[in-house]
């Protein structure tokens, strides 16, 4: 009695020590087709943005990475490739947000460079006056 | 006998198993993990930032989400690649949230300029507009000035604009040299032009009927001209007037009394509205 629940248990172990070493094994799943398309869809957008402008490292790295992920694909890696499109996904929005962040802070400076030659007409005007 | 082998079977299979999980333990290398480490440092770093917590908390948030994969693939499996990634997109997606604060900070700090600009363009305006009044004021008091000096020198006004006539009195007899006495009013009327560019003159000769036609046309033609002559003198440009002498015509009274006759003899000066062309207003 005792000794047949140590052998189930125990088997129950080599089952599940079988299940840790096929997920670590065979990890490779199905095609990642959505990441990837996904990915395309966002560098492509980060093309159209101010990223080619204000952030055109950033942009490379991700139209690069994607181009890898591509690769890939073809490969039949796709763990891999999912990692590259899941990276170039992220590469391409940051790319994006650099630029934007970028482009508004030269409109601040530039509105500030305005506002100081207004005041500056200004200050010149009422020194004319009087 | 079957049961002792079984047993060692399954005990065999049991050591290599755990051998195997300890083999991949020590394949992923230490405890922990720098990417994970660093991602981890990176997000708290990110979340004690009350900016980026304020402005870009679905950023943030998306952060967390990466960072606890990576926590978990780490915990789980030790799968190094898979760590690695995560963290990465961790630390990317903690740079986005940098840059969502820092463009929303920058909106938020355009939207105060914007503000300022206005602000210092109604100042402007409003001291644009002060200046227009004084400028407004000065015209008036210009316009003034002149219909009073108008005023001093009697000039009446009649439909073909204001008339000062110099009468005979003011001129050497049966000469075009004007006497001492008409200067007085005649500066006037340069200090009126000179404040009034934009007004013309018509310079009128007139005589009574007495002596011959050519003789009296001849004689308010250089009458006429004297006063052309002192006004020229007195830097008034030439366009600004037309002189014509008329003789004997257009008497203003009588030629049958002495009276009347010296006032028919005269010098009528016609001050034109502004902008009016002397030669358009001729008799």
Redesign the interface.
């Known amino acids: 009695m005792t000794?047949t629940s140590t052998?189930l248990l125990?088997?129950r172990?080599?089952s599940l020590?079988?299940g840790?070493?096929a997920?670590?094994g065979c990890?490779s799943a199905r095609p990642p087709t959505a990441t990837v398309a996904q990915a395309e869809l966002a560098v492509q957008e980060a093309g159209q943005s101010k990223a080619p402008e204000y952030a055109a490292g950033e942009l490379n790295i991700a139209r690069e990475k994607f181009d890898q992920a591509k690769r890939a694909m073809d490969k039949e890696e796709y763990?891999l490739a999912r990692?590259l499109a899941?990276?170039a996904l992220?590469?391409a929005?940051?790319a994006q947000?650099?630029a934007?962040?970028e482009s508004?802070?030269n409109?601040?400076q530039e509105?500030?460079k305005?506002?100081d030659s207004?005041?500056g007409?200004?200050e010149r005007?009422?020194r004319n006056?009087y | 006998m079957t049961?002792t082998y079984?047993?060692w079977v399954?005990?065999a299979?049991?050591f290599g198993?755990?051998l195997?999980?300890s083999g991949?333990g020590a394949g992923c290398g230490p405890s922990t993990n720098a990417a994970l480490e660093r991602a981890r440092a990176n997000y708290v770093q990110a979340q004690q930032n009350p900016q980026i917590s304020t402005y870009a908390p679905v950023?943030l948030q998306e952060a967390q989400q990466s960072l606890h994969q990576a926590e978990q693939a780490w915990k789980e499996?030790k799968?190094s690649?898979?760590v690695a990634?995560l963290s990465?997109?961790t630390d990317?997606?903690i740079?986005?949230a940098r840059?969502?604060a820092?463009?929303k900070m920058?909106?938020a700090?355009?939207k105060r300029?914007?503000e300022?600009?206005s602000n210092?363009?109604i100042?402007?305006r409003s001291?644009e507009a002060d200046?227009a009044k004084q400028t407004a004021h000065e015209a008036e008091d210009r316009a003034r000035k002149a219909e009073q000096e108008l005023a001093d020198l009697q000039a009446k006004q009649t439909d073909r604009g204001l008339v000062l006539t110099l009468s005979d009195v003011l001129f050497e007899y049966n000469k075009a040299d004007l006497k001492p006495g008409a200067l007085h009013n005649l500066y006037t009327l340069v200090t009126f032009l000179k404040e009034n560019p934009e007004r013309n003159l018509l310079i009128e000769g007139y005589t009574d009927s007495t002596g011959s036609d050519s003789y009296n046309l001849s004689l308010s033609q250089r009458r006429a001209e004297a006063v052309e002559n002192f006004l020229l003198q007195n830097n008034i440009p030439p366009r600004q007037m037309v002189v014509r002498g008329y003789g004997e015509d257009y008497p203003v009274t009588t030629n049958n009394t002495e009276a009347g006759r010296q006032q028919n003899r005269r010098v009528e000066i016609v001050i034109l509205k502004e902008g009016e062309v002397a030669a358009n207003r001729m008799r």
């Open positions: 000794r052998i125990n088997w172990n080599v020590v079988c840790v070493l997920v670590g990890s763990d990692r899941e990276e992220v590469d929005k940051l947000s650099k934007e962040a508004t802070r409109a601040a509105l500030r305005t506002i207004l005041r007409e200004a005007q009422s006056d | 049961t079984r047993d399954v005990r299979l049991t198993g755990i195997l999980i991949i950023a499996d799968d690649d898979e990634h990465y997109v990317q997606r740079e986005i840059d969502a820092d463009k920058t909106e700090e355009m300029l914007d300022e600009r210092v363009l100042s402007a001291h200046q």
